[in-house]
């Protein structure tokens, strides 16, 4: 079982940014692909953006609706996998998730269903 775990959410006004954080708290963040969802109440799970591996590639996807708003990237020192979100908007509002496979070293993809380990989320609210 691997356990990554959310913060770094909070209240922010539309145009504003937040960075969130997944931390790899008993695995090694780098080996694995790291998937950022995000659900919103009466919605289902959408998924956001998502990193492969530090094996060279450095690959990232975004959906459309956070191209060029929002960023991907690793701490490999820290262990940590950020989502930098730039301005912010009301329809951002969702709990947010970072969710990793079980096996090491796959490719990244944006469907939630071929991740395994998930974190309890950390809530975002974009609102004046």
């Known amino acids: 079982q691997l356990h990554p775990v959310e913060s770094g959410g909070g209240l922010v006004q539309p145009g504003g940014s937040l960075r969130l954080s997944c931390a790899a708290t008993?695995?090694?963040?780098?080996?694995?692909?790291v998937g950022w969802f995000r659900q919103a109440p009466g919605k289902e799970p959408e998924g956001v953006s998502c990193?492969?591996?530090?094996?060279?590639?450095?690959?990232?996807l975004y959906a459309d609706s956070v191209k060029g708003r929002f960023t991907i990237s690793r701490d490999s020192d820290e262990n940590i996998v950020y989502l930098q979100m730039d301005s912010l908007r009301p329809e951002d509002t969702a709990v947010y998730y970072c969710?990793?496979?079980?096996?090491?070293?796959?490719?990244?993809?944006?469907?939630?269903?071929?991740?395994?380990?998930w974190g309890l989320g950390t809530q975002v609210t974009v609102s004046t």
């Open positions: 990193i492969n591996p530090s094996d060279g590639s450095g690959a990232t």
């Open positions: 008993d695995f090694t963040s780098d080996y694995y692909a």
């Open positions: 969710a990793v496979p079980a096996a090491a070293w796959g490719t990244a993809t944006m469907d939630p269903n071929l991740y395994d380990y």
